[in-house]
């Protein structure tokens, strides 16, 4: 929950805070007999062949394997995006020429990015869900708690329906 508030604030100020992206670029060639490997026509979006992914991970050290790639008669693109950051990989077919570039934006941007779930797997995907569904139960109980002391608290149900009520209001008012 700490971590969700942080970067909430550092979201919120995303334009104050000064970011300076790393980009590092790298080429290597592919060897002839993977180039024969790439298939003429493939269906869209099919990933590069194993032996062509191995040998691009040697190469350049960004590992495409199982990715969805982009294939046109003059290279192959595949797009590696992940949290804080970017990588993608292309391959001229016709000279074997691999073309590589990672850019990492910083550790705020990493957990900006790990805050809306942007390029963090299925994994992530399933974590912020259960850790939202653990964030509604545990509001429902603290309201049911409420309820259970609110005859000795007068400012119980005030204080809960200012906390409804301030956020609606500023919406109303001042977001347009």
Not at 59 to 67: E, F
Not at 69 to 77: H, L, P
Not at 94 to 109: H, K, N, P
Request: aromatic letters at 8%; one cysteine or more; proline letters at 9%.
């Amino acid at each position: 929950m700490l971590l969700f508030s942080i970067t909430g604030i550092t979201l919120n100020h995303a334009g104050s805070i000064a970011a300076k992206p790393v980009v590092m670029t790298s080429t290597g060639v592919l060897p002839a007999p993977l180039r024969a490997a790439l298939p003429a026509a493939p269906a869209a979006d099919a990933p590069l062949p194993p032996p062509v992914a191995a040998a691009v991970d040697h190469a350049v050290g960004l590992n495409p394997a199982g990715r969805p790639a982009e294939w046109s008669e003059g290279d192959v693109y595949v797009a590696m995006p992940r949290p804080g950051g970017d990588a993608w990989v292309s391959i001229d077919r016709a000279s074997g020429r691999i073309s590589a570039e990672t850019t990492d934006r910083g550790w705020i941007s990493y957990l900006n990015d790990l805050h809306k779930g942007r390029n963090a797997g299925a994994t992530w995907f399933w974590f912020i869900d259960i850790f939202a569904a653990a964030c509604i139960l545990f509001t429902l109980t603290g309201l049911l708690l409420l309820q259970l002391h609110a005859r000795h608290r007068r400012l119980t149900w005030p204080i809960v329906a200012a906390g409804l009520a301030v956020p609606v209001v500023i919406a109303i008012l001042f977001v347009h």
